[in-house]
């Protein structure tokens, strides 16, 4: 039972259906644009716009009760620090290593250590299911003064940021990362005056090895706690800062190298998590690519308008079209082995 309770932290902790929303629930080269466009026009029309700024539950006749604004002098800095709390894509200048520190530090940290503690060994700034702080912060730096640009991930037990990779020490670092903000979706959003970009990145089954589907919800709970902290601290720094919901998933994922939770290899099935072809090639998300290449490739075919494809695209699609031979073999061969007592009888 012991060997059973410690192997929950590495089996999947998330049932198809959970695995599906988050498939379903991504934006990718082949629907940015319509997203974009929808987006766009409800932003646009002014009725829109008003309904959702004067929405309210509305309960028929009930009686009202009046709230008092009785604060206390830390909860009015709070307050003020909330008033002057905005979301902006216009920023005025770059901010430095100091800024950034004093954010970070002021957003998501350890506010307290257990040493024997019968649930939790430490307790962070925001409330979290089971203690169990599934997210982890990642920060790109584009023009952070005394930052070289390149990757870090935020290290908040050492308070620290750990170098992943530079960009001058990696090829087409920044193409690969503008592949995740394509012009339709990333509107007025000009990178030559962002200083960087914090991305959330999130170890699910940290949370649903113990709470199974819901500690979906709870991740994303997490997310905008810590996002909240974020710009709370920003506007108390006199930073200008926005969070940002429209990027490419897989193109983001494969910038920072993240495994999804159902990355299984597909071409040796039983072989879970092991990843032996994307380690083999070095390329994060290889089947979750190949596919989408393919499928892109079918909705040419279907509509007779075949665009010219790269040696990558190619290779892609072959390597699409192989996983779907193998996954088949084995199949095939599990099922004849499995029926083989069945069927043996009648011949």
């Known amino acids: 039972m012991?060997?059973?309770?410690?192997?929950?932290?590495?089996?999947?902790?998330?049932n198809t259906e959970s695995l599906d929303f988050i498939e379903r629930s991504k934006m990718t080269t082949y629907n940015s644009m319509n997203?974009?466009?929808r987006i766009g026009s409800i932003m646009q029309i002014p009725y829109y716009s008003k309904q959702v700024a004067n929405h309210t539950t509305e309960l028929g006749m009930c009686e009202k009760i009046p709230l008092q604004k009785t604060f206390n002098e830390t909860a009015l800095k709070l307050r003020d620090i909330q008033l002057v709390r905005k979301s902006t894509r216009k920023f005025n200048k770059f901010i430095n290593l100091e800024n950034l520190s004093n954010v970070l530090l002021n957003s998501y940290f350890v506010t307290e250590i257990f040493k024997?503690?019968?649930h939790h060994l430490a307790r962070r700034s925001i409330a979290s299911g089971g203690a169990l702080y599934p997210i982890d912060l990642y920060y790109i730096s584009l023009h952070t003064e005394g930052l070289e640009n390149g990757t870090y991930f935020y290290n908040l037990h050492n308070e620290s940021l750990d170098c992943l990779v530079l960009e001058k020490e990696e090829k087409n670092y920044m193409t690969n990362l503008l592949k995740a903000f394509?012009?339709?979706i990333k509107g007025e959003w000009?990178?030559?005056t962002v200083s960087g970009i914090i991305i959330f990145g999130a170890v699910i089954n940290r949370v649903a090895c113990k709470y199974g589907d819901r500690g979906l919800r709870f991740a994303l709970m997490d997310v905008g706690a810590i996002l909240q902290n974020i710009h709370l601290a920003s506007a108390a720094e006199n930073i200008d800062c926005c969070a940002i919901g429209g990027?490419?998933?897989?193109?983001?994922?494969?910038?920072?190298?993240f495994r999804y939770p159902d990355a299984y290899n597909i071409f040796i099935p039983g072989s879970d998590e092991y990843y032996i072809f994307e380690d083999l090639f070095g390329i994060q998300r290889l089947y979750g690519n190949s596919f989408e290449k393919s499928k892109e490739f079918w909705k040419e075919i279907k509509c007779l308008k075949i665009k010219r494809k790269s040696m990558i695209d190619i290779s892609r699609i072959?390597?699409?079209?192989?996983?779907?031979?193998?996954?088949?073999?084995f199949?095939?061969?599990?099922?004849?082995?499995?029926s083989y007592p069945i069927w043996s009888r009648f011949m």
Do not use: R
Request: glycine content about 6%.
């Open 116 to 118: 024997d503690h019968s």
């Open 331 to 338: 199949w095939g061969i599990f099922v004849f082995f499995i």
């Open 2 to 14: 012991k060997q059973d309770i410690y192997n929950l932290f590495y089996d999947q902790g998330l």
């Open 190 to 192: 000009d990178f030559s």
């Open 318 to 329: 072959i390597y699409f079209l192989l996983s779907c031979v193998f996954i088949t073999m």
């Open 182 to 184: 394509p012009e339709e």
């Open 35 to 37: 997203l974009g466009m």
């Open 247 to 257: 990027y490419i998933d897989d193109a983001i994922d494969s910038f920072l190298h």
